[in-house]
């Protein structure tokens, strides 16, 4: 019995060794991926959300709207456009980097006939994340992504639209009407139409997660994003994030 049991010890001891060398050599690990393109333009559509926590003494409510007023959209439609870099190491690891312009429009209905709210926003996005790709072919491959992207708010106004006197006007909420100029604001105590001057300077981090494929130099990608700080206090904050994003790159 001894004998038999040394025997299996020994043998299985000479087979394992062989067994890894065959499974490794079967394995071709992605050391350096084919058709290496750093630079390139990019389109695509980005869905842009703010959900929204109001905590009371009975309760919590969360909601999710679009980035400009009007809740009763749940996000707000973005084109997003601008220049991509990857540039890539060993093993198929490489930073996705960038810089992009987000232009949302979104019109509302006013409380009048023929009247309306329109808002205009554009921000500028640079993600820094980590990619890895793995080429399947030599000409087709996969990607992930994951890691942070910084938002700088350039410009938001708001265009208001009425047939009263047949110009465009505001009303207040004590029924008074003033004058607006295109992407102006107003001024509820002086009943002032001021410029959007000092823009919408917000600053938002979020981390991005996605995939993606790619057949030579046209790549898609497909991901969203995250954010990492809410703004608001204890009882009422607002956590800013793109739940879809759909881009498409040429590289070169």
């Not at 959209?73 to 973005?78: D, E, G, I, L, S």
């Not at 491959?141 to 006197?165: I, K």
């Not at 990492?228 to 040429?250: C, H, N, Q, W």
Request: glycine share 10%.
């Amino acid at each position: 019995m001894k004998k038999q049991l040394l025997f299996s010890v020994v043998a299985l001891m000479l087979i394992l060794p062989a067994s890894a060398q065959k499974i490794t050599q079967k394995i071709k690990f992605n050391d350096q991926p084919s058709n290496k393109r750093p630079f390139g333009l990019s389109i695509g559509f980005v869905s842009k959300q703010n959900r929204c926590t109001e905590i009371y003494e009975d309760g919590v409510a969360r909601y999710r709207m679009g980035i400009f007023n009007g809740g009763w959209r749940a996000f707000t439609p973005a084109l997003k456009i601008g220049f991509t870099a990857v540039p890539e190491f060993k093993y198929g690891i490489g930073i996705q980097t960038g810089a992009y312009l987000e232009t949302a429009i979104q019109k509302y209905p006013g409380n009048y006939a023929q009247s309306y709210m329109r808002y205009l926003d554009l921000t500028v996005s640079i993600p820094i994340r980590l990619q890895y790709r793995y080429s399947i072919t030599e000409n087709f491959s996969c990607l992930v992504y994951a890691g942070p992207s910084f938002d700088f708010g350039a410009f938001r106004g708001c265009n208001s639209n009425s047939p009263v006197y047949g110009k465009k006007t505001f009303e207040d909420n004590g029924g008074n009407w003033y004058e607006m100029k295109p992407y102006h604001v107003m001024n509820y105590e002086t009943g002032d139409s001021l410029l959007v001057k000092d823009r919408y300077t917000g600053f938002n981090c979020l981390f991005g997660v996605g995939g993606g494929l790619q057949y030579k130099g046209l790549q898609l990608r497909v991901g969203a994003e995250f954010g990492l700080k809410p703004t608001g206090d204890a009882e009422e904050f607002v956590r800013y994030t793109k739940p879809i994003e759909v881009m498409v790159s040429y590289l070169f």
